[in-house]
């Protein structure tokens, strides 16, 4: 199942701005820069955005020499925080993922502050480290938060989360913002 995924990632051509692209080549590029052992990456999208960025992660995956596994989540009304987590433990076990990254496009499903602890929470206690673009990223438990600072992608980081899942965060980088 695996393969064919991959496969469906690395053929499929659905148009999608050049700014969204970039953008998520530039997250990736992030999380190799603090994680650059990491092979394995969890995507996790919402329905409106996931074929918009299926190219951009047949593109990581050709750049940075990495696995995405795309994780489309649909907008539930209902227990959004735990379905939200379920769907990331599972495809963390299920698929030997190494790190979560949450794609905070148009669904709101994505954008859930409560969900996204939930699952920082929930994969801190496996030592999966998990990224957002949420302004409560940091708060809520992530390693790091994606931030624009002028026309570059940088990334916050939680020195306090990095140090209980023992990831050791750039020194002098200035694309990292220990925090």
């Known amino acids: 199942m695996k393969k064919g995924i991959l496969l469906s990632i690395l053929i499929c051509t659905m148009g999608m701005s050049?700014?969204?692209?970039?953008?998520?080549?530039?997250?990736?590029?992030l999380i190799k820069g603090i994680l650059p052992n990491v092979e394995r990456i969890g995507v996790l999208i919402?329905?409106?955005?996931?074929?918009?960025?299926?190219?951009?992660?047949?593109?990581?995956?050709?750049?940075?020499?990495?696995?995405?596994?795309p994780i489309k989540l649909n907008n539930v009304k209902q227990k959004l925080p735990q379905y939200v987590k379920t769907a990331a433990v599972g495809v963390v076990k299920n698929h030997g993922i190494q790190v979560i990254m949450f794609v905070e496009g148009t669904d709101s499903v994505t954008k859930s502050p409560v969900g996204i602890k939930f699952?920082?929470?929930?994969?801190?206690?496996?030592?999966?480290?998990?990224?957002s673009p949420s302004d409560k990223a940091l708060k809520v438990g992530c390693l790091g938060q994606f931030i624009m600072e002028g026309e570059q992608w940088k990334m916050k980081v939680s020195n306090e989360i990095?140090?209980?899942?023992?990831?050791?965060?750039?020194?002098?980088?200035?694309n990292f913002l220990p925090e």
Do not use: N, R
């Open 46 to 69: 919402g329905p409106t955005d996931y074929d918009t960025l299926l190219e951009s992660m047949g593109a990581a995956q050709t750049q940075y020499g990495i696995t995405v596994i």
């Open 162 to 174: 990095a140090g209980e899942i023992g990831v050791t965060v750039p020194s002098g980088d200035p």
């Open 18 to 29: 050049q700014s969204q692209k970039y953008d998520f080549l530039d997250q990736v590029g």
């Open 119 to 131: 699952t920082a929470s929930a994969l801190k206690k496996q030592k999966v480290p998990v990224f």
